[in-house]
């Protein structure tokens, strides 16, 4: 998978967002850093409902 990383400035705060290199093994994976912050968000799917 690809990885993809971007920065930008929030007010006083660097904000950088990156996927495709944590979490390999959930369907999204999303890890968010703002200064000594970190939100990491999965999404696990199924493809038909039981």
């Known amino acids: 998978m690809k990885v ?3 920065s930008f400035q929030f007010g ?3 904000v ?3 996927t495709g290199r944590i979490a390999r093994q959930a369907d ?3 890890l968010i850093t703002m200064d000594e912050t970190v939100l990491l968000v999965t999404v696990v799917g199924q493809k038909t409902s039981s």
Request: glycine content about 0%; hydrophobic content about 35%.
């Open 12 to 14: 006083n705060h660097q």
């Open 28 to 30: 999204s994976a999303v």
């Open 4 to 6: 993809v990383t971007k």
């Open 16 to 18: 950088k967002i990156e």
